[in-house]
């Protein structure tokens, strides 16, 4: 069965420090990859989603970026955090090909930007 | 563009009440719609879902039907448990089988009273 790992799971960071959060995902080959931020009382906002490794497709613009080095491997990053990245990053993946759409979602790392 | 609204709560029954959480979405081509729940400090979990119209989701006791002529998928359980207790997400995904993201309403937090 596949499984979906996030770490860490916890991160508190001071402001202008750097991040790099770490999505995989096991026993699926070539998933669709994406990157969620759910901040305190507001919806899910995608970020990032990858069909590839090194295929990304930015959704929003901001201070974050995200590389896929492998095809299980999705890892979020930044050089320089904000107060305003504080949140719930979630990551998910979905199964290709064309047609499968249900998006399965890792535990979540909390981040916080003191 | 597409866009999902539901209820935002907090929605607060007692144990054995009926459950209605409404939910209605915007979208141009023919979406799926799926319902996600997330419990205190977990990811989100597939809940139920739907691909078409006139189509009904159902698991764990929770039902929703996709009614195009209105445009919902309203969810639904008939007695609901403290277990149930968690915020949950309507989404819909417009993307043909595509890699794009789901787009989700901003949540519906649910407090079940013993």
């Known amino acids: 069965s596949q499984t979906i790992h996030q770490w860490p799971a916890t991160l508190v960071q001071p402001v202008g420090s750097p991040l790099s959060l770490e999505c995989t995902v096991e026993g699926t080959s070539n998933p669709n990859l994406y990157w969620y931020r759910q901040a305190a009382g507001r919806g899910l906002q995608l970020l990032f989603y990858s069909v590839g490794i090194g295929q990304i497709s930015s959704e929003v613009p901001q201070n974050l970026s995200a590389s896929r080095p492998q095809d299980r491997q999705f890892i979020l990053s930044s050089k320089k955090l904000l107060l305003s990245d504080s949140g719930f990053y979630l990551c998910a993946w979905s199964a290709t090909p064309h047609g499968e759409e249900t998006q399965y979602f890792g535990p979540g790392t909390r981040l916080l930007v003191l | 563009g597409n866009s999902v609204t539901q209820m935002e709560g907090p929605v607060t029954l007692s144990e054995e009440a009926f459950l209605t959480i409404n939910c209605t979405y915007t979208?141009?081509?023919?979406?799926?719609l799926f319902w996600y729940v997330q419990y205190p400090g977990e990811g989100l979990q597939l809940l139920l879902k739907?691909?078409?119209?006139?189509d009904k989701g159902s698991n764990k006791g929770f039902e929703a039907t996709y009614r195009k002529e209105t445009t919902s998928f309203h969810l639904e359980k008939g007695s609901v448990q403290v277990s149930d207790s968690a915020v949950y997400f309507c989404?819909?995904?417009?993307?043909?089988?595509?890699?794009?993201?789901?787009?989700f309403g901003k949540g519906t937090h649910l407090i079940i009273q013993p």
């Open positions: 979208a141009t081509g023919y979406p799926s």
């Open positions: 989404a819909l995904s417009d993307s043909g089988g595509g890699a794009d993201g789901l787009t």
């Open positions: 739907a691909t078409k119209a006139d």
